[in-house]
């Protein structure tokens, strides 16, 4: 996937954002907080841009539901690099679908740890996005618990953050914060020599 030579990933809500994150040198987005009309949109623009992925987070999708046929529905016409969801369902349906699938995980205290890791157990995504992604040691023992790459997302606003937790072991750090998007480019760069 794209992303895995990306270490910020934007986190995009309409097409503006997206020509953005593309001038910016992003070869992968993800479309987050948005709704159908937006995706749409979105999607033609990122059919001229072959060279940017689109990651859908489908659970805060408007117009979108959180089940099977929404995710076939994806699959048939929009053809997404990756969703994102923390509905095990949904999980299922995008593996089923070859879409690549990335089990978000809420975790705030050990219930919600012991939950997220049994999701993934019985899910088995693709990734995980640890959510907020400020805890390097949660980032840490997920990816030794799990064996499967992590994102980091939420909360995660200055370049040090970002930096702790892809330190942490996080293959990327997804973000809407502009200022972020700047080390895009360098991060592919530096991967790409």
């Given at each position: 996937m794209a992303f895995q030579k990306q270490e910020i990933i934007p986190s995009i809500?309409?097409?503006?954002?997206?020509?953005?994150a593309a001038a910016r040198g992003a070869s992968c987005v993800l479309l987050s907080q948005s709704d159908m009309e937006e995706l749409v949109k979105v999607q033609k623009v990122?059919?001229?841009?072959?060279?940017?992925?689109l990651m859908i987070h489908v659970d805060i999708l408007k117009g979108l539901s959180e089940t099977a046929e929404a995710v076939a529905f994806l699959a048939a016409y929009i053809r997404p690099a990756a969703i994102i969801s923390a509905n095990p369902s949904v999980i299922a349906a995008a593996k089923k679908h070859g879409i690549p699938a990335i089990q978000r995980c809420f975790i705030f205290d050990?219930?919600?740890l012991g939950r997220s890791l049994r999701m993934v157990e019985h899910g088995a995504p693709?990734?995980?996005?640890?959510?907020p992604g400020l805890m390097p040691e949660v980032i840490r023992y997920m990816i030794k618990k799990t064996g499967r790459p992590v994102l980091a997302g939420g909360l995660i606003r200055t370049q040090e953050e970002?930096?702790?937790?892809?330190?942490?072991?996080?293959?990327?750090?997804?973000?809407?914060?502009k200022e972020l998007w700047e080390n895009m480019a360098d991060s592919t760069a530096a991967d790409e020599k």
């Open positions: 809500r309409h097409t503006g954002e997206f020509l953005e990122c059919r001229r841009m072959p060279h940017v992925q050990e219930e919600s693709d990734y995980i996005q640890v959510m970002a930096e702790t937790a892809r330190r942490a072991g996080a293959l990327a750090v997804t973000t809407s914060h």
